[in-house]
């Protein structure tokens, strides 16, 4: 039979475990999960004709699926939208009302953020990979993405990312593209995703 001290101790390892396995479940149950905004990825990059796979892995390297990430300068949100980018979409697209802190919201952040990528892509659209000049312009901007266009080879990406002279956007750049390929392999038989990847088979693993 246990000592009343020794039933003291087992009380108390026991009370210290289900607290700490109540903590545990408290935290995981307020990280991000990554597939919480696929619906909302795969929709709204279907009404913008952009590749799901890549805007899933964008969110992905800026705020690894947290909605309520900020960053430095001020970017928020998923997709790491500044308020700049934010009151120009609500501008041109006649959005009314809209605030800064409209960017936490998931689905109103990945609206703007497909907007912006999708609207480089399309000033990129002469390269040979408009993806990958439009991903160092939606990190470094557009200035920076011009000088590093190459004058003996502008439609190149490979001679546009041998020129970038920030290393972390070069290497931004290479990031988001392969973790597109990885969710190209990983989520073609999702059921948010498979549309998207049986209308495009030809897709290859290039910028």
Known sequence: ???????????????????????????????????????????????????????????????RFNPLTHGSADERGLMQVT??????????NKVPNFKDDDLYQPETNIRVGIWYLNRSIHLWDQTDAPVTFALAEYNAGRSNAKRW???????DPNAF???????????????I?????????????????????EANPAMTLTP
Not at 42 to 53: E, I, M
Not at 83 to 92: F, M, N, S
Not at 162 to 169: E, K, L, S, V, Y
């Open 177 to 197: 593209l392969a973790k597109r390929d990885e969710y190209r392999e990983k989520l073609a038989d999702n059921r948010w995703y498979r549309a998207y990847a």
């Open 1 to 63: 039979m246990l000592s009343r001290r020794s039933s003291i101790l087992v009380l108390a390892l026991l009370i210290l475990v289900l607290t700490g396995e109540a903590l545990y479940y408290s935290w995981r149950e307020q990280q991000p999960r990554e597939n919480e905004y696929d619906p909302i990825i795969a929709r709204l990059s279907h009404d913008a004709g952009v590749d799901p796979f890549l805007i899933r892995a964008l969110i992905w390297r800026e705020s």
């Open 83 to 92: 308020p700049e980018v934010g009151q120009l979409w609500a501008r041109i």
């Open 149 to 155: 266009v190459d004058p003996a080879a502008p439609h």
């Open 161 to 175: 990312l041998n020129r970038i002279t920030f290393p972390t956007t070069r290497k931004y750049v290479e990031v």
